[in-house]
């Protein structure tokens, strides 16, 4: 069974452009998770959809941050415009069921 | 005060030594506990769930001790691939969902 998969690997924009971010949960998984590791600190939560729906998105640092999961399948997470600030690993997790969460690779972000 | 303290370490340990890993968490409401293992620049995958009775994996043993709310991580006969960063994870509280909060990581280095 394909894990969950994260695109792109590594981006590297520059200061006020735009990056969105990919994830692919494992087939069947309703809960879809988002997760940030800026350097030095704990990974921190972003959001979380059930299917289509945001069921909580309490994480989600500033109106800057975008999140969609269109028909239940895929996520996206858009950042306009980037800063500084926003450089960190975004991990995307999904589960079947509560408690259970299996992590994607990560996209590494730097913003310069 | 951090809702997951964990001692960053580095702890350096010999192949075959009995390692253990302390975490405190600030939330008494806090339902579920989880140990999960990072390797370096990897994703956190969920090493194992932490009861309040206790239990074991192998060469592994987790403890979890509500009224002081503290949880442990006993790691015996350490191979050395079992260097990597383990992650104290709880969920804040049933009603929240699912999203989990992690502590910063002990860094595990087993040495031949």
């Known amino acids: 069974e394909a894990g969950v998969t994260q695109f792109p690997s590594h981006s590297v924009i520059e200061k006020g452009q735009t990056v969105t971010l990919r994830c692919d949960p494992i087939s069947g998984h309703d809960n879809l998770y988002w997760y940030r590791r800026v350097m030095g600190k704990e990974i921190k939560f972003l959001l979380h959809?059930?299917?289509?729906?945001?069921?909580?998105e309490s994480g989600m640092p500033n109106n800057r941050f975008l999140a969609e999961r269109t028909g239940g399948t895929y996520s996206t997470l858009k950042v306009q415009p980037a800063e500084l600030e926003d450089s960190g690993v975004y991990f995307c997790?999904?589960?079947?069921?509560?408690?259970?969460?299996?992590f994607g690779p990560g996209t590494r972000l730097t913003v310069t | 005060r951090k809702e997951v303290e964990q001692d960053p370490g580095p702890f350096n340990v010999p192949e075959g030594a009995t390692v253990a890993f302390n975490c405190t968490y600030s939330?008494?409401?806090?339902?579920?506990f989880f140990w999960y293992r990072q390797d370096c620049r990897k994703e956190p995958k969920l090493l194992m769930s932490?009861?309040?009775s206790g239990n074991e994996d192998g060469r592994f043993t987790a403890q979890l001790n509500r009224a002081s709310q503290y949880i442990s991580l006993l790691i015996r006969d350490s191979k050395l691939s079992d260097s990597a960063t383990y992650l104290c994870?709880?969920?804040?509280?049933?009603?929240?969902?699912?999203?989990?909060?992690f502590g910063t990581g002990t860094r595990l280095a087993v040495r031949p």
């Open positions: 959809f059930v299917k289509e729906s945001k069921q909580d």
């Open positions: 997790a999904s589960s079947p069921h509560p408690y259970e969460q299996y």
């Open positions: 939330n008494s409401a806090s339902q579920s």
């Open positions: 932490v009861y309040s």
């Open positions: 994870v709880v969920n804040p509280k049933k009603s929240s969902g699912d999203k989990l909060t």
